[in-house]
């Protein structure tokens, strides 16, 4: 309770991993380029030759530049106010593709 290992106020209570409530401009600039790099990677694999089915789907998503903003940087949540929260609010936002919503959200 008292001497060198009392705890501290953040391991009383206190969150560890502090999430902030939006994206700053350098974790914005990072999504774009993820999203032109796997835009890049789809083009080459198309370029390639190669059919298959995951192509097919890829090809049917849209590409970075046609994005609107909202859809860039924030997901659909039916918990959510506004039914949207934060792209980095979601676990393994970076791995997976969260591109198309639902209709009129």
Same mark, same amino acid.
């Given at each position: 309770?008292? !001497?060198? /290992?009392?705890?501290?106020?953040? +391991?009383? !209570?206190?969150?560890?991993?502090?999430?902030?409530?939006?994206?700053?401009?350098?974790? #914005? +600039?990072? &999504?774009?380029?993820?999203?032109?790099?796997?835009? +890049?990677?789809?083009? +080459? &694999?198309?370029? *390639?030759?190669?059919?298959? @089915? *995951?192509?097919? #789907?890829?090809?049917?998503?849209?590409?970075?530049?046609?994005? @609107?903003?909202?859809? #860039? $940087?924030? =997901? $659909?949540?039916?918990? *959510?106010? !506004? $039914?949207?929260?934060?792209? @980095?609010? =979601?676990? #393994? /936002?970076?791995?997976?593709? @969260?591109? &198309?919503?639902?209709?009129? /959200?």
């Amino acid at each position: 309770m008292f !001497g060198p /290992f009392r705890p501290s106020s953040v +391991a009383q !209570g206190g969150l560890l991993w502090k999430i902030p409530w939006r994206l700053s401009d350098t974790r #914005k +600039a990072n &999504v774009r380029s993820r999203l032109k790099n796997v835009d +890049a990677v789809i083009d +080459a &694999v198309r370029a *390639s030759g190669i059919q298959c @089915h *995951s192509l097919d #789907k890829a090809l049917l998503l849209p590409k970075e530049h046609e994005m @609107h903003p909202r859809d #860039k $940087y924030t =997901v $659909y949540n039916k918990s *959510s106010k !506004g $039914y949207r929260k934060g792209i @980095h609010k =979601v676990p #393994k /936002f970076t791995r997976i593709t @969260h591109r &198309v919503n639902p209709r009129g /959200f």
